[in-house]
């Protein structure tokens, strides 16, 4: 009985592989050029106001598919004019003369003119809550005053203090809106389920929550038609299972930079293409600077003179990454001080010495420091549970400064405990110690970024207001730069580089290098947009040939057609063999049970 | 007999109203704040106290908690679960999207490891003592050991990235699918993803069968029917159809179980279940979708066991009897 049965299911099992054997590849068959791009997590129906940030560090990314900015991108001093054609100033960035591109339209049909624009501004800023992190760059810095429409494609944007940098930030950053869609809309969060209208290069047609959405391309886009028919973004959270879906073909690219034990195993794998593309990603510790003694520049500044970046590149990012600076800005960043004022230097002797300057002589038997006032060096570093990376990278840098007499311990937390166990009730100081936590080009980019991040916490709310960092030069430095123009606000910005390396508020530990896997045969056109990885645009739009990725293409024969990729690293082999000897163990005992039970007969 | 009922339907109730409150108190307890998953951490940090403020207005969790439970009893009341705070829609629609694939799952996998777990165990308790009832034992143990997450793995591995036989992640068909082949393409999805499940579930499956027809053999009954010179075959069928009593109830029990726990199973395939929606509304704080899926779930395993009672008696006349009297 239970024979037939068995054998009846291993036939079923057999016809329905059969049934389900290869399908031809899809997307490259028809007539229609699809390609499916595995993002990490859901968007809603990805409008600025609706977001979940489900997919950072490519939410915004995503969202420029979609719609379209004044510039592109944020990331470089001189953005390419977008859907402005240009923008001027007279007053040195207070007014500023804005001259849109004429015969665009949006999504739906309607055409795109000045009132969209004016509108745009106005409603981010009447939005706080809702436009989330569009919000301060219409409201805080710079702040946005008004806007005059002077014809159908022009319009004069006023703001209360110089905001010299308008074209890269808010104009290189901020999503155009459609007045029509949201005028009189007054709780624009809650409309989670209705396509979007932008003017960017491709049309959202299809939301399936948690799975996947669609893209049309725009074949209207001023910057010419998209090089393929369709984008699908497909949500695979799992890296692993990511990375499964590139080898299979299911997906055509993973939106993520690949983890370091992977790389090599990629690059080394047919029809698979590694791109570089840094998208200015930091990973950096926090202290705590109104807890005693982190609250101590000197005692920070010796902390990190201890710790050897340059091994923890070699040992964490297998190499696959720079070693952070301690004037924190991204190297690649328009606004970093060059390289040899900005470095970091590894010295434990030194770091020893200036322990001992700074009165951290006394230790425990355990050969820990102890503060003049008696408390142990010990710091309390809290981790994201979700990121090993970051886990190992904190526990070799507790080893290297060990030896210092500086105890690290490392807590992993899960993401939301973690982001209460820094905040602390109004009036009151957070009890962390420091903790670790990474930052995307946005933060490295902007030019009122140092403002965002280290100016004392301030009645605004923003500034420095985690780590409680305060510092009245740098308070200074930041605020003069605000109203500067390029090449007078980067030589600011350096001298308040200098206080940060001096009194290293945070340690960055590397800049991981941006690299990600795609499939050649299906698609090749991504281009290395600076600071926005190669998920971007650009990538799909005519003309950006000649910032085209060096891919294993170039290298290697084109993939054949079907991109046989057998052996690419999995043991087939062996699990095979593995489970046809299972089963026949099963079936050998089986059988020997059934003659002992016939000869007890 | 209906006073039996009625005080079954009674109890479950309680257990229930119970669990209702349960459910509410719970997720508040957890440290973390929905805020701090909402944003980012740099814009978290740069709300003013009023836009927190704001934000949390708008899904009640600044009400004072006695408040925010009358809503939640009265929404329970009406159907209505609130909105979720990650996606800013009806937890009634975000459920009714995934239970669907989640039954999928579920419902594939327990009918899969319910009759291949007691066919095998039934033969192996027939064969009690042999090396094939120990062999089947040692292989089941192996399987019941393995962690679904790395069964899920080596499936896709071999199946998927090997053979090239089953896509290795998602469940709806490509957009350009259509008619049959979509709903071809949709199972070829849930091929593994079940199987995984399968397997996580047959050691338990397998051992309740094995044990029941083992002690169900050494009955008076089965002495007597083999007196009588009834064949084999007559004597297992007999002694069979008691066993399959346990097999059942822990096949309904596990129902509840199984729906939660496919949350790995759903991470590996990203398999958009139930399980992988709590999972990250835990993380996320998200207490309106927390509070749903938990209600969900405890209504499925209070009606499977509830089920279970009620039919019982219909399954063993010895209960029916026991209830007369």
Redesign the interface.
């Known amino acids: 009985m239970?024979r037939r049965?068995l054998v009846s299911a291993c036939c079923l099992g057999l016809a329905?592989?059969g049934?389900?054997?290869?399908s031809p590849a899809?997307g490259q068959a028809?007539a229609?050029k699809?390609v499916r791009v595995?993002i990490k997590g859901?968007e809603?129906n990805i409008t600025p106001f609706?977001v979940?940030?489900?997919a950072?560090p490519a939410t915004n990314d995503i969202q420029h598919l979609v719609y379209d900015a004044l510039f592109w991108s944020q990331a470089v001093p001189d953005p390419e004019p977008w859907l402005a054609e240009s923008a001027e100033s007279e007053d040195g960035g207070s007014t500023w003369d804005v001259k849109l591109r004429e015969g665009v339209t949006w999504h739906d049909g309607t055409p795109f003119t000045s009132a969209d624009v004016a509108f745009s501004f106005d409603y981010y800023k009447a939005q706080?809550?809702a436009s989330?992190?569009y919000a301060?760059h219409v409201s805080d810095m710079p702040a946005y005053d008004r806007s005059e429409i002077v014809d159908e494609h022009r319009l004069r944007i006023f703001f209360r203090q110089p905001a010299p940098q308008f074209r890269i930030m808010p104009g290189g950053d901020l999503p155009i809106i459609a007045k029509h869609v949201y005028e009189g809309v007054a709780?624009p969060?809650?409309m989670?389920?209705q396509l979007p209208v932008g003017t960017g290069p491709f049309k959202l047609v299809?939301i399936?929550?948690?799975?996947?959405y669609?893209m049309e391309a725009n074949e209207d886009h001023f910057k010419g038609a998209p090089k393929i028919d369709?984008l699908?973004l497909?949500?695979?959270?799992?890296p692993?299972?990511?990375y499964?879906?590139l080898?299979?073909g299911?997906?055509d690219m993973v939106e993520r930079n690949i983890p370091p034990e992977l790389v090599e195993q990629l690059r080394g794998t047919d029809g698979i293409g590694v791109a570089e593309s840094t998208r200015f990603d930091s990973i950096q510790m926090y202290f705590n600077a109104r807890k005693a003694p982190w609250s101590d520049p000197k005692l920070r500044k010796a902390i990190s003179t201890g710790i050897d970046l340059d091994a923890l590149v070699d040992t964490v990012l297998l190499g696959h990454g720079r070693p952070g600076r301690d004037a924190f800005v991204h190297p690649d960043s328009p606004w970093a001080l060059p390289e040899a004022e900005a470095g970091h230097d590894f010295d434990r002797p030194a770091a020893a010495t200036m322990l001992d300057d700074a009165g951290y002589t006394a230790k425990d038997p355990d050969g820990v420091r102890k503060a003049p006032d008696g408390t142990r060096l010990e710091l309390n570093v809290l981790v994201s549970s979700f990121e090993p990376t970051d886990i190992r990278a904190m526990q070799l840098v507790g080893e290297q400064i060990a030896p210092l007499g500086v105890k690290l311990n490392v807590e992993p937390l899960?993401?939301?405990?973690l982001?209460?166990?820094?905040?602390a009730p109004?009036g009151s100081v957070p009890t962390y110690d420091a903790y670790v936590?990474s930052?995307e080009a946005h933060?490295h980019v902007d030019p009122d970024g140092l403002y965002?991040?280290f100016h004392s916490p301030g009645p605004?709310?923003?500034g420095a207001?985690?780590t409680g960092y305060t510092n009245a030069e740098m308070d200074r430095l930041i605020e003069e730069a605000t109203g500067k123009e390029n090449d007078e606000r980067k030589e600011i910005l350096g001298e308040a580089q200098k206080v940060l390396a001096q009194e290293v508020p945070v340690i960055v530990l590397y800049y991981p290098d941006g690299q990600f896997a795609f499939r050649e045969a299906a698609y090749d056109g991504w281009v290395a947009d600076k600071g926005q990885g190669i998920f971007t645009k650009r990538s799909f739009l005519p003309g950006y040939e000649e910032i085209a990725v060096q891919g294993a293409a170039d290298l290697e024969e084109p993939a054949a057609a079907g991109g046989d990729d057998e052996g690419?690293g999995?043991?087939?082999i062996p699990?095979?063999v593995a489970?046809v000897a299972?089963v026949g163990?099963?079936a050998y005992?089986?059988?020997?049970?059934?003659r002992?039970?016939a000869e007890d007969e | 007999m209906t006073r039996h009922v009625l005080r079954t339907v009674a109890q479950y109730g309680a257990v229930l109203v119970a669990a209702i409150a349960l459910n509410f108190a719970l997720p508040r307890l957890?440290?973390?704040?929905a805020i701090?998953?909402?944003?980012?951490?740099?814009?978290?940090?740069?709300?003013?106290?009023e836009?927190r403020a704001?934000?949390l207005d708008?899904f009640g969790l600044n009400d004072p908690l006695p408040e925010q439970f009358k809503d939640y009893v009265a929404g329970i009341a009406r159907g209505d679960l609130l909105?979720s705070i990650?996606?800013?829609?009806p937890v009634t629609s975000?459920l009714g999207?995934?239970v669907g694939w989640t039954l999928l799952l579920v419902g594939g996998a327990l009918v899969l490891s319910t009759v291949i777990g007691a066919?095998?165990g039934f033969?192996s308790a027939w064969?009690r003592g042999?090396?094939?009832?120990?062999?089947?034992m040692a292989?089941m143990m192996f399987l019941d050991a393995l962690p679904p997450f790395f069964v899920g793995?080596?499936l896709?591995?071999?199946f998927?990235?090997?053979?090239?036989?089953?896509?290795?992640?998602?469940?709806?068909a490509?957009?350009?699918a259509r008619g049959l082949e979509s709903i071809?393409e949709v199972?070829?999805r849930a091929?593994l993803p079940i199987a995984t499940l399968a397997i996580a579930g047959l050691g338990p499956m397998y051992l309740v069968a094995r044990s029941a027809l083992v002690s169900e053999l050494a009955e008076d009954y089965v002495l007597m029917a083999e007196a009588k010179g009834l064949t084999d075959k007559e004597v297992r069928r007999h002694a069979a159809r008691n066993a399959l009593l346990p097999v059942s109830t822990v096949a309904l029990v596990g129902l509840g179980t199984l729906v939660g726990g496919a949350a790995v199973v759903e991470?590996?395939?990203?398999y958009?279940g139930l399980g992988?929606?709590i999972y990250e509304s835990v993380?996320?704080?998200d207490y309106p979708v927390i509070q749903g899926a938990f209600l969900l779930l405890i209504v499925t395993v209070v009606v499977a066991n509830l089920l279970n009672d009620l039919v019982y008696p219909y399954l063993d006349p010895r209960v029916r009897r026991a209830h007369h009297e």
């Open positions: 239970l049965v329905a592989a049934l389900v054997a290869p899809r028809g229609t699809t595995a859901f809603n609706t979940g940030f489900g950072l706080p809550g989330g992190r301060h709780e969060a809650s989670t389920t299809e399936v929550p948690d799975q996947r669609r369709q699908e497909v949500i695979v959270k799992d692993q299972s990511a499964t879906a080898r299979t299911d997906v899960d993401p939301a405990t982001r209460t166990r820094r905040q109004p936590s930052l933060a965002y991040f605004k709310g923003f207001s985690i690419s999995v043991p087939v699990i095979a489970v299972a163990l099963f005992l089986g059988n020997r049970g059934r002992r039970t | 957890a440290p973390g704040d701090d998953y909402l944003l980012p951490p740099e814009q978290a940090g740069a709300l003013t106290p836009q704001e934000i708008r909105v990650r996606f800013g829609r975000l999207e995934r066919l095998l033969r064969r042999t090396s094939a009832d120990t062999g089947t292989g793995m080596l896709l591995l071999a998927s990235v090997g053979l090239g036989w089953f896509p290795s992640y998602g469940a709806l490509p957009s350009d071809g199972l070829k091929v991470t590996v395939f990203s958009p992988r929606l993380l996320a704080r």
